[in-house]
């Protein structure tokens, strides 16, 4: 099968989240997202480059160091402060500014599954214009095999990019999260709420 085949287009009703994921060879997965977000690409880099833009969509706390081999740390709680141990945090491989950013798991919230095998995946967001000032946005995650923790990875992130990219097009529809009035999911109720659409 070639890389330019899908596998499968799924258009996930709330946000129409394409599922383009494809098998580049034999025994290799690119789990592949992607949507149309109505803002321009400057504004949605900044939603993925800075803390601020982070904060606005995503979740109550980050901090990014945008450099090659720089840092993304997040966190569900919105009282967590730098390094805690229960932040998601991320090493940023490249990134082209305003196009593309690729980041590689570092470190996950305890207990989360297969947190061993994240060094074996990376992510990348790419962000192309669009028609009428808006933009599409892809987000892959490479590296996945068959094994049996690749595979249980594989479902949990199918959900939760799916619905990341719900909720970025959200940010830019309904305006800013305000996170005061509103409880952020856990990683697990996030992958819950797609498989209830992701």
Do not use: K
């Given at each position: ?146 094994s049996p ?16 990219l719900e ?32």
């Open positions: 099968m070639t890389a330019s085949l899908p596998l499968v287009t799924l258009l996930l009703s709330a946000a129409a989240v394409a599922n383009t994921s494809y098998e580049p060879a034999e025994g290799s997965f690119v789990l592949r997202h992607e949507a149309v977000v109505p803002a321009p690409p400057t504004a949605v880099w900044e939603a993925f480059s800075t803390a601020g833009g982070w904060m606005e969509w995503a979740v109550p706390f980050a901090c990014i160091d945008l450099r090659l081999g720089g840092r993304i740390e997040t966190s569900y709680d919105p009282h967590a402060r730098p390094g805690d141990p229960a932040n998601i945090q991320s090493r940023i491989l490249a990134f082209l500014p305003g196009r593309m950013l690729a980041f590689q798991a570092m470190q996950a919230p305890p207990d989360f599954p297969h947190a061993e095998l994240l060094a074996d995946l990376f992510s990348v967001v790419e962000i192309t214009p669009h028609s009428d000032g808006q933009s599409r946005v892809a987000i892959s995650g490479v590296g996945y095999t068959d923790g690749h595979l249980e990875l594989r479902a949990f992130f199918d959900q939760g990019n799916a619905w990341t909720r970025l097009v959200e940010r830019f529809t309904r305006g800013p999260v305000d996170w005061s009035v509103l409880t952020p999911p856990a990683p697990e109720a996030a992958s819950d709420s797609a498989e209830n659409l992701d």
